[in-house]
Nanobody
Framework: QVNLVESGGGSVQPGGSLRLSCAAS????????AGWYRQAPGKERELVAS???????TYADSVKGRFTISRDMARNTVNLQMNNLKPEDTAIYYC?????????WGQGTQVTVSS
């Protein structure tokens, strides 16, 4: 069993920045892929960004150029730097990790972008 704990969510004005962090109870070296998803009210959960063990990164078109995903091996975290936030980025953000064929999820952290 792997536990993923997100932190860094909050409220920010449009154009602001937030940094989300996901702490894993198991070494992220063991993850073949880790990423961030989000779910806005009334919408399906969607991929925001992911990074593979080979450091290949994938971003949703809506966040390209604004968000950056990274892995910190020393701190065993997967981070999401979010810049130039927009109201449509408001959602609950979930950390996700894949080990073998098992998918793990964090409990989610709220991000609200509003003036």
């Amino acid at each position: 069993q792997v536990n993923l704990v997100e932190s860094g969510g909050g409220s920010v004005q449009p154009g602001g920045s937030l940094r989300l962090s996901c702490a894993a109870s198991s070494s992220i070296f063991n993850f073949k892929r880790a990423g961030w998803y989000r779910q806005a009210p009334g919408k399906e959960r969607e991929l925001v960004a992911s990074v593979t063990a080979g450091r290949e990164k994938t971003y949703a078109d809506s966040v390209k150029g604004r968000f950056t995903i990274s892995r910190d091996m020393a701190r065993n975290t997967v981070n999401l730097q979010m810049n130039n936030l927009k109201p449509e980025d408001t959602a609950i953000y979930y950390c996700n990790g894949v080990q073998g064929v098992v998918v793990y999820w964090g409990q989610g952290t709220q991000v609200t972008v509003s003036s």
